[in-house]
């Protein structure tokens, strides 16, 4: 602390000085020195104040130690579909790419779910249990639907 408070005083007081004698034209070595004590001492509290800030930002850390390294591995990757991409605005961001081909690709996987049928042969399945997958595909395809129509018009795709 000590460090901070004598390099503040002393920038501080430099350049209060340095502003009083030069620019404000002040003559008298007893003002200057009255001045130059005044800016030593806001340099002082402010050297402390930042050193204060910058310490209690570092969190639980303690002195000397490396930040965390980054996680072992790839990082989840999204894959943002062509026609989104290419139809989104020029001031996009990253996470409006990834936003709007999330809710594409949940659009589409709703309806193609709900038109192929899940892929899933019914022959040989309850027909309670086919009603109740049907019923949950219609709901996943009526939420997705509701997400996707805002993100639809903004990148002019045909509406659900």
Do not use: C
């Amino acid at each position: 602390m000590g460090r901070w408070a004598a390099l503040g005083a002393l920038v501080g007081g430099s350049f209060l000085g340095g502003v009083a004698a030069t620019v404000w034209r002040v003559d008298g070595l007893w003002a200057l020195s009255l001045i130059f004590v005044l800016g030593a001492a806001v340099g002082a509290v402010l050297a402390i104040g930042t050193r204060t800030i910058f310490q209690e930002g570092a969190g639980d850390r303690a002195r000397g130690t490396a930040a965390p390294s980054p996680p072992e591995g790839p990082l989840p990757a999204v894959e943002v579909p062509w026609d989104v991409a290419r139809a989104a605005p020029e001031d996009s961001t990253g996470d409006e790419l990834v936003l709007w081909a999330t809710l594409t690709s949940r659009y589409r996987e709703a309806r193609e779910a709900l038109v192929a049928g899940g892929g899933e042969d019914d022959r040989f399945t309850d027909p309670r249990d086919a009603g109740a997958r049907i019923a949950e595909w219609e709901s996943a395809y009526r939420t997705a639907s509701r997400d996707y129509e805002p993100v639809a018009r903004l990148l002019g795709f045909p509406l659900p």
